[in-house]
Structures are given as structure tokens and as C-alpha cells.
């Protein structure tokens, strides 16, 4: 239905030009706004980005700590298992001469 523009004026209406003026103002307000929005959503996400190359530059120097703490608990499990087998052995040796010890005391007695 065709509008007049003569009765939009006396009546209070907006002319379509005046509508289409008006609908084009609130769609560039709306991209001003979406612009805003999306910046914002980019310096989010560059530093998002930051904070996962510094905790993956943390866990991977964490992890390098790790192996190297490992490293030296293997070595010493090693050396407690040599110094396990070196006890045991210097216990036998030690009751062996215990032993003859015993037997040289009851021989002299």
C-alpha cells in the first residue's frame, strides 16, 4: 500500500526516507558497536595467547626440572641398592668372624 507522503506529515508518520535515515543510523551504531566488541575480543585473545606461551614456557621448564630431580632419585635408588648388597655382604663377612671367633674362643678354653 503506497504511502503518501503529505498524510505521513500530517498524521506524525515518518516518510520512508526519514525510516530508512533512521534504520541506517541504528545499523551504524550497531557496527560502531560490533567493531568495538571485536577489538576487544582480538586484545582478548592476543593475550590469552601470551598467557599460553608463558605457561607452556613454565610447565616445559617445570618439566625439564622433573627429569633432572628423576635423574638424580634413580641415581641414588642405585646407589641404596649397592649399599643394600655391600651391608648384607659385610653382615655375613661380619658373622662368619664372628663364627671363628666362637670357635677359637671354645678351642682355647
Known sequence: ?????????????????????QHCGLLENEIQEL????????????????????AQAKKD?????L??????AAAMRKQIADLEISASSNRKEADELRQ???????RSS
Open 35 to 54: 567493531n568495538l566488541q571485536l577489538r576487544k575480543a582480538r586484545a582478548d585473545i592476543f593475550g590469552l595467547i601470551a598467557m599460553l606461551t608463558e
Open 67 to 72: 627429569r633432572q630431580r628423576g635423574a638424580e
Open 100 to 106: 671363628r671367633l666362637g670357635l677359637v674362643r671354645a
Open 61 to 65: 621448564e617445570f618439566a625439564g626440572y
Open 1 to 21: 500500500m503506497p504511502i503518501d507522503e503529505d498524510t505521513c506529515g500530517w498524521l506524525g508518520l515518518p516518510s520512508p526516507l526519514e525510516m530508512y535515515r
